[in-house]
């Protein structure tokens, strides 16, 4: 009844082409950033509510690495769900946008941080780019096998060259504090609205990428590259260009995650399973679909604390210890059960069920 | 000289043992089309599953048959509940629901046996062969002679199997192509099925080999990420381009690392596989023994 379109009349192109074509999704959408913005931190001020729930830790362990993850995810879609192009190296133009963007803020003085996070992306965007090039001649499989080049080169070389790290130990690097136009941002709550501002940005320009041109032609190349090719797509620019973007989408998630969200990093610590949980995140998500990749990163990172929590109930509740390494592996197993399930149910995943949602929203109370 | 030779060799035969984890791999995708990236997690759960019966008092032949008879459950259940709800769909969409796979053996197999390292003995000893030792003083281990040899019979077993059986028949048929098969009267799903128990056996081969050698421990999943480039070298579908692939990789990561490694800091033995078939790609982007791929608009 209330979500229906009927009366809002399309009178030009431009109102037929934006974002948000429904009334009711831009209402939603403004009140979602609304809730974000101002709902949550000011939330987080309120005496009796701070008292109650403890933000600093929803803050930093929960919507910090949310944000980060779906911003990872959201390159690693543009790559794998816009252009077809499987990568299993997300970890490694992470760990690319991390330390570059430490090396930026240590070895140039007064670099502004904003602009030390662009330039992170830009220096993952053009690794991407060469890791990319071997996708013009290769596709399918072999490109994943050689997108794993890309990760374990760049991990090793982040751990061998000690110029990288600034000669520290194994390669890890503590980040500078984060200073925005001359404003400390030092606690949770002002890291969370940094991120989120970043976020909310980049994921604009994403959506409106995927409209436009380039992402046009990526989803062409994706679906038949010869094709898409006949019809005059040049395959090379939009393929590099898909790696570069979605690189530099990786690189500031890899720079946040060092800077606002873990703090001290070393590049084991961009190793294989980030890649895969960023894939995961997807797959569960929705491949080719912007707001897949915010649902399957809250699923991800919500699914293990929400898997702690009930072990830890359980335990209390029935009074014994369970086993430690139990909790790990059931957690292991659950997560590749729910990979499978997604997949076989709804192998569009949560992005796909949400429309589904939404369909029958409109027609609702009826069934027709 | 003889110190290259003794690399050389040492790389060949440690190649052999890549070529194992890869045949498992490319048994599955020719006969289903499946990446099976959990035949990694295979090769542990196998072993794993062995070294626990043992543990139990169970003698060896005995514990292998039984891990045997599990990894055939496991050919069971994946087919009924992976790959026959997932029939026709794309083939990344099967390779992620493998990857799903892998968490899912790892975990069971941790839970069930615990995640400590295992140690298990085949009997045959890990020492310098003195014959050739005396002759030309070349360190080449009884060991991996055995293990090369072990993988030359189950190759051969395979390639028997393969093309002289009824069922060999039906499988390579399979592999050419889906609906012909399936049209002159050859049930899909027995063939996936088999296939897999085909490389659950090869998986846990492969397992007690490489357990034998390193200790039965989780590393052993990492096992599927040495295969890759193997099966990049040699192209996904085929089983001498496996060997080859193997024994290529195994060679070249071992020199590489003793005549290279030095000059940029060492341990490049874990990208340079990957960065070889990189190049080799850009050549022959379907690998060694590859099918070709032809597209059409």
């Given amino acids: 009844m209330l979500y229906r379109e009927t009366g ?124 990319g090039l071997p996708s013009l001649r290769i596709r399918g499989f072999y490109l994943a096998v050689a997108t794993l080049a890309a990760q374990f080169f760049v991990v090793w070389a982040l751990t061998k060259f000690g110029w990288f790290s600034n000669y520290s130990s194994s390669g890890v690097i503590t980040s500078q504090k984060i200073v925005v136009f001359g404003y400390a941002v030092d606690t949770p709550v002002k890291r969370y609205l940094l991120v989120l501002a970043i976020v909310s940005v980049m994921a604009l320009a994403a959506k409106n990428m995927v409209r436009g041109a380039a992402g046009r032609a990526w989803m062409a190349v994706r679906d038949m590259d010869v094709a898409a090719e006949v019809v005059g797509i040049p395959i090379m620019r939009t393929k590099l260009l898909a790696f570069a973007i979605s690189s530099f989408y990786c690189g500031v998630a890899g720079a946040l995650y060092a800077f606002a969200y873990l703090g001290t990093v070393e590049p084991a610590g961009f190793e294989l399973d980030l890649s895969f949980r960023i894939l995961f995140m997807i797959i569960i998500g929705g491949v080719g679909s912007i707001l897949g990749s915010f649902l399957g990163a809250a699923f991800i990172v919500l699914l293990p604390i929400f898997l702690d929590l009930s072990a830890t109930s359980i335990e209390r509740s029935f009074g014994f210890a369970l086993p430690s390494g139990l909790v790990s592996n059931l957690t292991l197993i659950i997560f590749g059960a729910l990979i499978v399930f997604f997949l076989v149910v709804e192998p569009l995943g949560l992005a796909r069920l949400w429309q589904i949602a939404k369909e029958k929203l409109r027609l609702w109370p009826f069934p027709h | 000289m003889q110190f290259f030779f003794e690399v050389l060799i040492g790389g060949l035969l440690a190649g052999v043992m890549y070529s194992l984890v890869a045949l498992g791999f490319v048994l599955i995708y020719k006969a289903s089309g499946v990446f099976n990236f959990a035949q990694g997690a295979m090769v542990f759960f196998a072993a794993l599953t062995t070294v626990g019966f043992i543990s139990m008092g169970v003698p060896f032949w005995l514990a292998a048959a039984l891990a045997l008879a599990a990894m055939t459950a496991l050919a069971f259940l994946t087919e009924r509940l992976v790959l026959r709800p997932l029939v026709n769909q794309p083939q990344i969409t099967l390779f992620m629901a493998t990857i799903g796979l892998t968490f899912f053996i790892e975990g069971v197999a941790q839970l069930t046996w615990g995640a400590q390292v295992h140690a298990l003995d085949l009997g045959i000893a890990d020492e310098p062969i003195e014959w050739l030792m005396d002759r030309t003083g070349m360190n080449i281990s009884k060991f991996d002679l055995v ?121 490049i033995e874990s990208w340079f596989p990957y960065v070889l078939a990189l190049a080799f790609l850009l050549v022959r982007p379907e690998g060694l023994f590859g099918e070709r791929r032809i597209d059409r608009v």
């Fill in chain 1, 8 to 131: 809002q009349f399309k009178t030009d192109y431009a109102s037929d082409q934006q974002l948000f074509p429904i009334r009711q999704d831009r209402i939603a959408v403004f009140v979602l950033l609304a809730v974000a913005y101002v709902g949550v931190p000011l939330a987080a001020q309120t005496p009796g509510l701070a008292g109650a729930i403890d933000f600093n830790y929803w803050f930093s362990g929960v919507l910090i690495p949310f944000l980060i993850f779906a911003l990872a995810a959201l390159g690693l879609n543009i790559l794998t769900g816009y252009a077809g192009l499987l990568s299993l190296g997300t970890a490694a133009f992470m760990a690319v946008g991390a330390f570059a963007a430490y090396n930026f803020e240590l070895r140039v003085p007064g670099m502004p941080m904003l602009l030390s996070f662009i330039l992170a992306g830009a220096v993952a965007a053009l690794i991407g780019i060469v890791f």
């Fill in chain 2, 147 to 267: 293990a090369s040899g072990i993988a030359a019979g189950l190759v051969t077993l395979l390639a028997l199997f393969f093309n002289k059986t009824r069922t060999g028949r039906a499988l390579r048929a399979v592999a050419d192509d889906h609906q012909a098969a399936l049209a002159v009267g050859i049930s899909l799903q027995k063939i996936w099925v088999i296939v897999w128990t085909t490389a659950g056996f090869v998986a846990l081969v492969t397992g007690l080999l490489w357990g034998a050698r390193n200790g039965v421990q989780f590393a052993l999943t990492f096992l599927a990420l040495k295969a890759l480039p193997v099966l990049v070298l040699g192209g996904f579908d085929s089983i001498a381009g496996a060997i080859v692939g193997g024994l290529i990789v195994g060679a070249s990561e071992k020199l590489a690392e003793v005549y290279i490694g030095p000059h940029v800091g060492g341990g």
